[in-house]
């Protein structure tokens, strides 16, 4: 069995890699298993020191990285370089927090009562193909940093820059066997890992379909999980708001990595006495994001990662869809899709699944409550965003919003330092930021008695 890679921008095919079944991904468990005492064992200072050199590999090797990332997903260079340089933040970040998570020693009768962090173990890390490098990372940057081994299983879509990594690692010193690769099917690598005995933990970043899959897998061995799943976020505009600064941010919300992004803000929420003038500003604005070919500097959008995908994107754009504005793509090979926006009501389809796709839907709101009422309005609670000049709107709509992470007259949603995960079937459990590190550490309770 084999696992082909393709270049979605040309569907050539790039890479020809053995797919891994249920023995490879057992001996990849054993691996973890067997390098975990010693991993556990090495001071913080020194685990420190190796998570730093591996953060400095990442930068030194910046520009090889994003070219494999580039190929291998479509995405422009620019939004690639990007991205590795978060990797290496992440790294950063995570060697200056290992030493700097301390127990608690709690005041009870009789003796002295203190708190550890344990690491878990070994841990299962299964991420998507729309940020592969960066969603691995996130994940192997707090694991590693508490004391785990890890068996990362890429997307088969996108396992190049995964392997490039694990190469790195062990340039960077981390022993054989702290962070193992495996690339094969999610229905069987992805699979076994939830249901393995040894492994402790996993985190999953993917649809909400193949989350509520891992729970019910997990549950056989109450393993933990951490779920970061889809998303159908809201971008709500107010008619006072910077209405041009919002309308050429929001294209960029939804069309970046070709609407392939979990935060994309691909609900558009106008307050209608604004709506008229917001709608010209968006079509205007959407018509120049520039979309071509990922290897050129000043491209903003590249195609979609598949065929299929292309082909499930598209079944939200039909006949009956009324459609704001379609944009163009480059004639030949490659999945592309225009940067399309619809109008929509918040019941049909487009604005109730995550399209994952450069599709972004319109819709009109009287005010501050019909806003939270149609925002809230989902099963997801991931991401959004709020558009007003009055703080304490901001504030007030920003409370009652049911979402993990939201912006205020920004659409940014992820930083190296800060909580990010969802709300509702968006999941549960924080990646990034100090936070990260409670969902790969256990805490241990110890009473010392000082009687007698
Ligand atoms: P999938 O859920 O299809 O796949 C995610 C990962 O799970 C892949 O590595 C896949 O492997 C693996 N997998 C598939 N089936 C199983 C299984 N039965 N058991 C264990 N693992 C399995 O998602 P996509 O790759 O299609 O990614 C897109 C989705 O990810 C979107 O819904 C998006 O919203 C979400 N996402 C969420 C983010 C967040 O942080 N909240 C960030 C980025 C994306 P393989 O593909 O190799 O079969």
């Known amino acids: 069995m084999t696992v082909t890679v393709v270049n979605p921008a040309t569907e050539e095919t790039i890479a020809t890699l053995a797919s891994a079944g249920v023995e490879e991904t057992d001996a990849a468990v054993a691996r973890a298993r067997a390098a975990f005492p010693a991993w556990r064992a090495v001071s ?3 685990r420190g020191r190796l998570l730093r050199r591996l953060a400095t590999l990442v930068e030194e090797h910046h520009e090889e990285l ?23 933040d992440v790294f950063h970040f995570y060697a200056g927090a290992v030493d700097k998570r301390h127990g608690e020693t709690i005041p009870v009768a009789g003796g002295v009562d203190m708190t550890f962090r344990e690491p878990l173990g070994v841990v299962g890390l299964i991420v998507p193909w729309n940020f592969p490098l960066n969603i691995s990372s996130w994940k192997l940057g707090p694991a590693l940093a508490c004391g785990n081994t890890v068996v990362l299983k890429p997307a088969e879509l996108t396992p190049l820059s995964a392997l490039r990594l694990a190469e790195l690692a062990l340039d960077a010193g981390l022993p054989e066997g702290v962070v193992n690769v495996v690339v094969g099917k999610g229905s069987v690598v992805g699979q076994r890992l939830v249901e393995h005995p040894d492994v402790a933990k996993i985190g999953f970043t993917g649809s909400t379909e193949v989350g509520r899959n891992v729970m019910q897998g997990a ?8 779920l970061e799943l889809g998303g159908k976020s809201a971008n709500v505009i107010f008619a006072d708001a910077d209405l041009e600064r919002a309308a050429a941010a929001a294209p960029y919300a ?16 106008v307050e209608k006495s604004a709506y008229d003038r917001f ?6 604005a ?7 070919d990922p290897a050129d500097d000043s491209t903003e959008m590249g195609p979609l990662v598949s065929a299929g995908h292309r082909e499930t994107v598209a079944s939200f754009v039909d006949a009956d869809t009324r459609t704001l504005f379609t944009g163009d793509t480059p004639d030949g090979n490659g999945y592309w899709y225009p940067c399309t926006l619809v109008e929509a ?7 109730r699944e995550e399209v994952f796709g450069p599709v972004a839907a319109l819709i009109p709101f009287d005010d501050d409550a019909d806003a939270i009422r149609i925002a809230n309005d989902t099963p997801y609670g991931l991401s959004g965003s709020i558009w007003t000049r009055d703080g304490a709107r901001a504030l007030r709509v920003a409370r009652a919003l049911d979402t993990g992470v939201l912006s205020i007259n920004s659409n940014s949603s992820v930083r190296v330092s800060t909580p990010f995960g969802g709300f ?20 241990k309770n110890v009473f010392y008695s000082t009687e007698g």
Not at 254 to 269: H, P, T
Not at 279 to 284: D, G, I, K, N, S
Not at 286 to 292: C, I, L, S
């Open 44 to 46: 913080p200072a020194d």
């Open 66 to 88: 994003a070219r494999i990332e580039s190929t291998n997903v479509g995405k422009p260079i620019a939004g690639a370089r990007a991205e590795v340089a978060m990797v290496a």
């Open 219 to 226: 549950a056989g061995t109450i393993k933990r999980v951490t």
């Open 254 to 269: 939804v069309f970046d990595n070709a609407g392939q992004d979990c935060c994309a803000r691909s609900r558009i929420l």
């Open 279 to 284: 709608a010209e500003l968006l079509v205007e």
């Open 286 to 292: 959407t018509r120049n994001v520039k979309v071509g």
């Open 345 to 351: 009501r918040n019941d049909d389809r487009v604005a």
């Open 424 to 443: 509702k079937q968006s999941g549960f459990g924080r990646e990034l930021g100090l936070h990260a590190l409670d969902g790969y550490s256990e805490v």
